[in-house]
């Protein structure tokens, strides 16, 4: 399915029902009580969180939502029946704004965010009743619904994300640590959106995210931009790719990190190693000068992704 990350959703909730003015009225009962009835609440939009969604998809083909009023009050206390609240699945990660305000974020499976209430049903007659008042006139409204627009960003949880310029063999590693089944070929922008794969591990089940290649100038919208790298801001370890087979390989790594101060400085104070990779394609010189822990790979034939998976689940 495709992979949308941002949608805008239009909600409305449904009114509460209007209290009931009603009296008793039966034969040989010459004054009859009040019994006029509470309306129902109106239906809520609710937005809950399935870890089977991967995208917000549905949302952008379906961006309307309306929740059913609640029914009035009747004679005899008979209470006006509350509007359904209306569920709207979304993928485990997503950020919700309304009016550029965070809302709140879902990161569990059934967590729920009401997006917007329903009204409150009124109160009938039958409960303004008091010792001096034995026929009140008195009821409520049911208070309104809410009518709102409500923005929806998903960032991917993931514990690790692999980061690198086009072409670097981010999803042939992906592909080499764990069950996913990435697409994978010998020209720049083969992944157009995040992939993801789990790492297990006996402790816990680790999922790594492969992003779209980043090249120099990203952050003006070069490529396809650093629209994606919104989806690492919430890993704990990125995984810096640099194909060690072209000319000049610390370049790659340079103009990796001046993108990402450019997007978003705090993503340099994540913690990060590097894999140089396609090792198989030449006799190397490590470089020295680095403070990150450094992985030589080759992500296609497997040379040293063994050492590079241990690590990993040792350090989460
Ligand atoms: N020789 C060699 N080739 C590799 C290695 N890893 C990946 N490749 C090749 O490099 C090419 C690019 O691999 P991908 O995994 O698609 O690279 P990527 O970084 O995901 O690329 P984009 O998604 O376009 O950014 C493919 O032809 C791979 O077979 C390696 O370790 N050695
Ligand atoms: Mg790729």
């Known amino acids: 399915m495709k992979f949308i990350d941002e949608a805008t959703i239009f909600?409305?909730?449904?009114?509460?029902?209007?209290g009931c003015i009603s009296f008793r009225r039966e034969k040989y009962v010459p004054r009859g009580g009040p019994d006029g009835g509470d309306g129902g609440n109106g239906g809520s939009i609710v937005l809950i969180g399935n870890t089977k969604l991967t995208t917000l998809y549905d949302l952008k083909l379906h961006p309307h939502y309306r929740a059913r009023r609640g029914?009035?009050?009747?004679?005899?206390?008979?209470h006006g029946r509350s509007g359904k609240d209306v569920f709207i699945q979304v993928p485990l990660g997503v950020v919700v704004y309304s009016n550029s305000d965070v809302i709140g974020d879902i990161l569990d499976n059934g967590q729920k965010i009401i997006v917007a209430r329903g009204g409150a049903g009124g109160r009938g007659n039958a409960r303004f009743v008091t010792s001096t008042n034995r026929a009140p006139r008195q009821v409520e409204e049911g208070t309104p619904g809410v009518t709102k627009e409500v923005k929806i960003v998903l960032k991917i949880i993931s514990d690790i994300g692999i980061v690198g310029l086009p072409n670097a063999g981010k999803s042939t590693l992906l592909r080499a640590m764990t069950n996913a089944r990435p697409k994978i070929d010998n020209y720049p922008f083969t992944t157009l959106s995040p992939n993801?794969?789990?790492?297990?591990?006996?402790?816990k089940n680790i999922v790594i995210a492969d992003m779209p290649g980043i090249i120099e100038g990203a952050h003006q919208g070069k490529g396809i931009g650093l629209q994606f790298l919104r989806h690492i801001e919430r890993t704990n370890l990125l995984i810096l790719v640099v194909d060690i087979s072209v000319p000049k390989p610390m370049d790659q790594y340079k103009s990796l990190l001046n993108e990402f101060r450019q997007y978003n400085p705090q993503l340099l104070s994540k913690p990060r190693i590097i894999v140089f990779n396609k090792i198989d394609l030449l006799n190397l010189i490590p470089p020295s000068e680095l403070k990150e822990?450094?992985?030589?790979?080759?992500?296609l034939k497997g040379i040293g992704v063994d050492r590079l998976m241990d690590y990993l689940k040792n350090e989460n």
């Open 293 to 299: 822990k450094i992985f030589f790979v080759s992500a």
């Open 196 to 203: 993801l794969g789990v790492l297990r591990n006996n402790r």
């Open 11 to 18: 909600v409305q909730s449904g009114a509460g029902g209007n």
């Open 71 to 78: 029914e009035h009050g009747k004679g005899k206390n008979m």
